[in-house]
């Protein structure tokens, strides 16, 4: 079912009639770019839709009034991010204990979400699990994030945008690894607990262009005129409240559940940009009318 999950009535009737027993909930407004010009989307998408969600398994599922699940085996798994915790300095990582510092209107908005299922799972028994990820990378990205954005420009000879100083860090996780992750903390994680999950990668911005200007270069040649891709490189204005760096520690989904990344990053962005190599009808699906608005509007004068 295609739905809103801003719509509370949808999403009760759906609870109502499909007996569901499951909820990951990947729902949500995501990029950040997008908050700092547009955050009450993210207000009503992020909080109200979760707070929808949450209502309609507490009606479902917590029939007695004891509060405790009617159905043993109900499953609620939050998937949220790491951006709860704010920025790191040069060393350090995110860990499920680390406090929250959300520091942009997603992550305040993810975090919000975060506190209002760690609630209903203390107040109301609804068997719950979060789940904190690093940047995401893959097939089927939108090109508004980095990794994406750049390999559609740079296929393209436009220029390569880089926020700041291109030295902010991310810690990358290859898309599949993170569904297997949360594959595995649905089937095997306590209720109650939060993992955390990463790809053990930390790349500055910088490198990760330049990784996707090389792999294109030898992939589809050089641009006309004999030039390297890195020369589409264009360092603009930098990103408001731009967090310096992430890095999650992800000791204890690796030492309680058993899992790990298995795809690392050189290997990861190869598969990436061939994927997007043979993928061209669906980038040009998706990069058509609101897109070419989106892009003039975030990078027009920047
Ligand atoms: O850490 C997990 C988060 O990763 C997720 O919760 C978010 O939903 C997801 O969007 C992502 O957030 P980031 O802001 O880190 O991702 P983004 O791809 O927008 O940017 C990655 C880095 O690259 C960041 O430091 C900003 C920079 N950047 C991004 C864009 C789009 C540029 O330098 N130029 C760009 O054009």
């Known amino acids: 079912m295609k739905g809103d999950i801003g719509d509370a009535t949808l999403v009760s009737q759906i609870f109502a009639q499909e007996q569901i ?3 990951v909930h990947f ?3 995501s990029h950040v770019d997008r908050s700092i010009t547009g955050p009450a989307e993210f207000v009503q998408t992020n909080i109200f839709g979760t ?3 949450l209502e309609a398994a507490r009606e479902a599922w917590l029939k007695e009034p004891s509060g405790k699940p009617s159905g043993t085996d109900c499953r609620f798994l939050h998937v949220s991010t790491d951006e709860v915790y704010g920025s790191l300095g040069e060393t ?4 499920e204990t680390t406090p929250y510092d959300p520091r942009s209107p997603y992550s305040a908005s993810k975090a919000s979400s975060d506190h209002l299922v760690s609630s209903y799972y203390h107040t109301y028994g609804l068997p719950t699990l979060i789940t ?3 940047n995401n990378y893959g097939p089927y990205q939108f090109p508004e994030k980095l990794i994406p954005l750049i390999i559609n420009n740079a296929l393209q000879g436009r220029p390569l945008p880089v926020y700041g100083d291109g030295k902010n860090v991310r810690d990358w996780l290859y898309v599949v690894d993170h569904c ?3 594959l595995t903390v649905l089937q095997h994680g306590k209720i109650g607990e939060t993992y955390n999950i990463g790809g053990n990668s930390e790349k500055q911005n910088i490198e990760v262009v330049h990784t996707i200007c ?3 270069d030898e992939k589809v040649g050089l641009l006309p005129g004999d030039r390297a891709r890195r020369s589409l490189i264009t360092y603009v204005k930098d990103r408001a409240g731009h967090d310096r760096r992430y890095a999650i520690d992800a000791t204890k989904i690796r030492t309680n559940l058993g899992w790990h990344p298995r795809v690392n990053f050189a290997d990861g962005m190869h598969r990436t940009v061939e994927w997007y190599l043979d ?3 669906w980038i040009a699906s998706v990069t058509d009318g609101s897109y070419r608005e989106y892009y003039e509007k975030m990078y027009g004068n920047r």
């Open 21 to 23: 027993d499951t909820v």
């Open 27 to 29: 729902a949500a407004e």
């Open 51 to 53: 707070f929808n969600i």
């Open 279 to 281: 993928n061209k009808a």
């Open 214 to 216: 090389d792999i294109l």
């Open 180 to 182: 297997e992750a949360i």
């Open 92 to 95: 350090g990582a995110f860990q």
């Open 132 to 134: 904190n990820c690093s």
